[in-house]
Every structure is written in structure tokens, then in C-alpha cells.
């Protein structure tokens, strides 16, 4: 399709000024995603990964963090977007990783165009895939996570992959392929659904046979530019192997089967209804056998990846594009069959007012997050964990300088900890990479069959966990541990505790008779200096 052509198509759909209309739904999802606040809980520990590459200049290969997983393999396949996010935070703070959301969630929508122009789908059809893909991002990644990026990155790769097989000009397009296949293998783990736009070779193999090696080609020679190329066996095996934080029924959420994730993630049920329905609404013709054997499989592994885990909501979509956008043009033919033009776009304008109110209701805004957030200058903890930070603080205050040691915490701690106190190392952390011995604790207890675990609590020095826990009421009967702080919030209560030989070597003041409670203050802008921090009255 000719840029005059495409052109042409989008102002008899959508006026004149069409391209102006874009760019404004552009800058709505820039500020949407500036607009969502950084609480995500893996946020610090991007940081943090981000941080330990660009002091040490190169990637790691050994578990740099956990002292319960010491000397074991480490592999940060979200590196380089790790180094983008720390090097954001420590240069421009919460502005710079807000923006990077928000243009995610842009890039997520104009890769789209892009597709839609290369694949030849009608503007209505390519603005709606644009929202739905948008939509599935802000549904499936929440704030500021790597793999948002590959809302943009495959959409593109389908769009080069098109005029790479069926073009007239495919060179620039398989350079595009090359590009996107060594930002893809340096972003995330998920990064071979690139290869999803294989399927169209699969379904209709171009005349020239040239063009599919050179696919192929590009995007596995891509794959190679990367400082894990030699340990990839290693690195899938390592992140992916079993465990029981993600064993049925997993306290993970994104990790849960999308059935039954649907029942707390409303968002979850129309966009699994409509790809359920694909098989119904698509419609080419007579397609041949190869061409529904190839789709129906393609549509047939991602509903099996979802009803595994929600997650892979993301495979399931990015599998099945061209048979959703066949499908979205199927219903919209069918609903403006007979209404004349200027009907249609009122109808169409309608209906965008509604998905521009739906993606700016998407997710929650805190008023209060703004003046709390300041990840690199302050190494401040996400925001639902903020009681953390106030624990940090006194034990920043109370003890010598350098001081250091192995904190026994929980998973949902542990992330944030990494980051908040980088001379210490945590048991845990938000990683699904830690053996059964450590994640016993955190996985679902089964009464009839499992006995209480406690995690390596006795290998510690410190501990950081919430103070209503099991292991909680078993250290406070445990000879040489010592509660000495505890902040209690509204949502939770987290208490920090000490081992006596660990305060002789690094504490500086005499340790409480009884557990300090902690003042979570109103100004939260900046630091609370150490004798603001402290009320010094026992916690009853």
C-alpha cells in the first residue's frame, strides 16, 4: 500500500485532520502512563540490577544479592532495560521512569498503526487493535516494567515481517527485523516471541524463498548480539525451572491461571472472550487447509499459555493478531453495514470517547504518590511498602557505618529491601529463581499434607518480616533474636529484628527493653532525619 493510498483511506474514515486526531491519542497515552504511579513491587529490584551492571560495566552471572543463593547462576535478561531505568532514575527521578511509561503505552499504540498500514487493515480496524493492545499492556504490565516494551517491539516485528515477505521493497524491512531481534534478546525473557510473524510464512509462503531465510536469518543472527549468547540453555533453565512459588495454587497472581485470575480482574473477561471467539468471527474467503491448520494452532497454544498463567495473556495476543484484527473487522463491518458515512463517524467518535475514558480509568492514582516518590536520590521503596522505609532509616541511623549482614525477609519485602539497603542481602526477593528450601515459606500451605515452613530464618542476622507471621511468634520464643522496631500501618505491620551477636558488632546505641514503634510522618518528600524517626514508647 502506497503512503498516498493509506493516506487517503484514513481521511475518508476519520476527516482531514486525521494525523492530528492521532497525535493527540498519542499524547493521552503519555500522560496515562505518566499518570500511573512507580509501586510496582519489581521496580527496585530493576534498580538495583541496573545499578550493580553499570558499577561493575558488565552483566552477572552469579546471584549478586541473595546470600540464600549464593554462588548460584544469575542471569539479568532485562538488562538493558535495568541500565535505561536506573540511569532515568538516577539522572531525572520519577519524571524520567513515568515518561518511559507513558511513551510504552504510546509505542504500544503506533506500532500498531504501523502494522495496520503494512498488513492493509482498514483505519478502523487498525485504530481499534491499537486500543486493545494498549489495553492488554495496561491489563497484563502494571507501571514501569521491561517487558511492556514488547507491546511495541513485536506489533513491529509483524509489520517488518510483512514487507519483508511480501513487498516490493523488503530490505529495509529485514534491516528493521535485525534492530528489533538485538533489542528484543537484551529486554526480556520472553524476547522469542519475536518470531510470532513466522506464522505467515507458515500459512502463505511468499514465491520468492529468499525472503523467508532472510527472516529467519536476521532475527536468529539478532539473537546472537547479546552477553548471555553462550549460556542461553543456562539462563532459560535457571528463570523457567519449577518451584513452589509457582506451583498450583501459586501466590503469585500473574502467575495463576487466566480462568481463574478472571474472577479478581474484571479487565480479563471481555479481552478473554474476544480471543476465545476468534475462531467464529475470522473470515477470509475459502482459506486453505494450510492456512487453518497454521492460525488454529497458533490461536490453540496461546489459549493453552492462558489458562496456565495470565500472563500469558501477552503470547496469546501477540499470536493471534491477524486473526483479531480479521475478527474486529468482521463486527464493525457488520455493525455499519448500512448506516452512510457521517453516521459511521459519529458512531466511531463515540465509541473512542469511551476507550479514551476506559484507558485513563485504567489502574489507580495516588494524589500522595508524587511527593513520595524519589527512587535513586532517597532509594525509596515502592509505595505499599513504604512502613520499609522507616525501618531502613533506623536501622541506617542506629548503626556503624558499612555495617552489613544476611536479612532473613519475605517476598514481598524482599525486592524493595535490595534496592533500600544495598550493604545487606536478602533472603528473597521478588524472583521466582530461589530454591524450595527458601520457597517453601512463601508458596500455599496444604494442612492435610505439608508441615509449616519458616525459611532459613536461623542462617540470619536480621530479619525484616511482617510482624503478625508465623516466624514471627516462633522468633520471639528463639534464644539470641530481639524484636526492636515495628511500624504498623493500616494495610500491614512489619517489624525488624536483630540477632544479639550481630548488634555487638555493628550496633551503636544500646538495644530497646522493648520494640520501638516507628512514626510513619506526613511529609514524606524527603528523608525524616533519625530524631524525627523515632518515638520512644514500647509497642504494646
Not at 15 to 42: C, M, N, P, Q, Y
Request: charged letters at 15%; hydrophobic letters at 50%.
Amino acid at each position: 500500500m502506497t503512503r498516498s493510498t493509506w493516506a487517503d483511506e484514513w481521511e475518508q474514515t476519520y476527516g482531514r485532520h486525521w494525523a492530528t486526531k492521532l497525535a493527540v491519542l498519542g499524547v493521552l497515552l503519555v500522560i496515562r502512563g505518566f499518570l500511573e504511579t512507580l509501586s510496582d513491587a519489581d521496580l527496585p529490584m530493576h534498580l538495583a540490577i541496573g545499578e550493580w551492571i553499570v558499577r561493575h560495566r558488565g552483566v552477572p552471572v552469579v546471584e549478586p544479592f541473595a546470600w540464600s543463593r549464593s554462588g548460584a547462576p544469575f542471569y539479568a535478561y532485562s538488562w538493558a532495560m535495568d541500565v535505561v531505568m536506573y540511569r532515568l532514575a538516577e539522572t531525572t527521578g520519577k519524571v524520567g521512569l513515568r515518561l518511559l511509561q507513558g511513551l510504552m503505552m504510546a509505542g504500544a499504540g503506533a506500532s500498531m498503526i504501523v502494522l495496520g498500514r503494512a498488513a492493509r487493515w482498514d483505519p478502523r480496524t487498525s485504530l481499534l487493535i491499537a486500543a486493545l493492545n494498549v489495553f492488554i499492556l495496561a491489563t497484563v504490565v502494571s507501571s514501569v516494567r521491561p517487558q511492556a516494551i514488547l507491546f511495541t517491539l513485536v506489533p513491529l516485528a509483524w509489520a517488518f515481517t510483512y514487507r519483508a515477505l511480501y513487498s516490493d521493497r523488503p530490505r529495509g524491512a529485514i534491516v528493521g527485523l535485525a534492530i528489533l531481534s538485538v533489542i528484543a534478546v537484551n529486554t526480556h525473557i520472553f524476547f522469542p516471541l519475536i518470531v510470532a510473524p513466522w506464522l505467515l510464512w507458515l500459512a502463505d509462503p511468499p514465491r520468492e524463498r529468499w525472503r523467508v531465510y532472510a527472516v529467519v536469518g536476521v532475527t536468529l543472527a539478532g539473537w546472537l548480539i547479546t552477553p548471555y549468547v553462550l549460556v542461553w540453555p543456562q539462563m532459560f533453565s535457571a528463570s523457567l525451572q519449577p518451584n513452589l512459588l509457582l506451583s498450583p495454587p501459586t501466590p503469585v497472581k500473574e502467575a495463576q491461571p487466566g480462568f481463574v485470575s478472571m474472577g479478581a480482574h474484571w479487565s480479563l473477561i471481555p479481552l478473554a472472550f474476544f480471543l476465545g471467539s476468534l475462531p467464529l468471527l475470522w473470515s477470509t474467503g475459502s482459506p486453505s487447509r494450510r492456512h487453518r491448520l497454521v492460525w488454529g494452532l497458533a490461536w490453540l497454544a496461546g489459549l493453552m499459555a492462558f489458562a496456565i498463567a495470565a500472563r500469558m495473556l501477552l503470547l496469546w495476543w501477540m499470536l493471534v493478531l491477524p486473526l483479531a484484527a480479521a475478527g474486529i473487522h468482521a463486527i464493525a463491518r457488520y455493525l455499519l453495514a448500512n448506516e452512510d458515512q457521517g453516521r459511521r463517524l459519529w458512531r466511531i467518535t463515540a465509541v473512542w470517547v469511551v476507550c479514551v475514558l476506559l484507558l485513563l480509568s485504567i489502574g489507580s492514582f495516588e494524589a500522595d504518590a508524587w511527593s513520595f516518590e524519589d527512587p535513586a536520590r532517597h532509594r525509596l521503596a515502592p509505595m505499599k511498602e513504604r512502613g520499609l522505609d522507616q525501618l531502613a532509616k533506623w536501622l541506617e541511623c542506629n548503626t556503624r557505618e558499612k555495617a552489613r549482614g544476611k536479612v532473613y525477609t519475605v517476598f514481598n519485602y524482599g525486592s524493595a529491601l535490595t534496592w533500600r539497603l544495598p550493604n545487606y542481602s536478602m533472603s528473597i526477593d521478588g524472583r521466582t529463581i530461589f530454591p524450595d528450601s527458601v520457597a517453601k515459606a512463601e508458596a500455599y500451605l496444604r494442612p492435610l499434607r505439608d508441615t509449616v515452613s519458616y525459611g532459613p530464618w536461623r542462617s540470619a542476622e536480621l530479619a525484616i518480616i511482617p510482624t503478625s507471621s508465623t516466624v514471627a511468634d516462633v522468633m520471639r520464643h528463639a534464644p539470641g533474636w530481639r524484636e526492636i522496631t515495628i511500624v504498623d500501618l493500616a494495610e500491614t505491620a512489619a517489624s525488624l529484628w536483630v540477632t544479639d551477636a550481630w548488634w555487638s558488632r555493628f550496633g551503636r546505641v544500646p538495644l530497646p527493653r522493648y520494640p520501638l514503634s516507628l512514626v510513619t510522618l506526613d511529609d514524606e518528600s524527603a528523608p525524616p532525619s533519625c530524631a524525627a524517626l523515632v518515638r520512644r514508647a514500647p509497642k504494646t
